[in-house]
């Protein structure tokens, strides 16, 4: 990794929600749950998404199933 800048942005917590057909977020893909996530770390930190070349997501505290 020689010449390379790395930067950690910022990071943002997701709601939290319950994987039942009438849970708060069941209409909610996790794709676009991580887009609106990605979308408020660039904001938060005033970078141009443009400018993002690599994204590294992770889970901290995975509810049961998620794994």
């Known amino acids: 990794m020689r010449g390379r ?9 997701s709601p939290i929600g319950i994987g039942k057909k009438n849970g708060s977020l069941h209409n909610v893909h996790p794709v676009n749950l991580l887009s609106e996530i990605l979308k408020g770390v660039t904001v938060r930190a005033n970078v141009d ?3 993002v ?15």
């Not at 800048?5 to 917590?13: K, L, Y």
């Not at 070349?53 to 794994?67: F, H, L, M, N, Q």
């Open 53 to 67: 070349e690599d994204v590294i997501c992770g889970v901290s505290s995975p509810a049961k199933g998620s794994y």
């Open 49 to 51: 998404p443009s400018e």
């Open 5 to 13: 800048d790395v930067f950690i942005v910022d990071c943002i917590r």
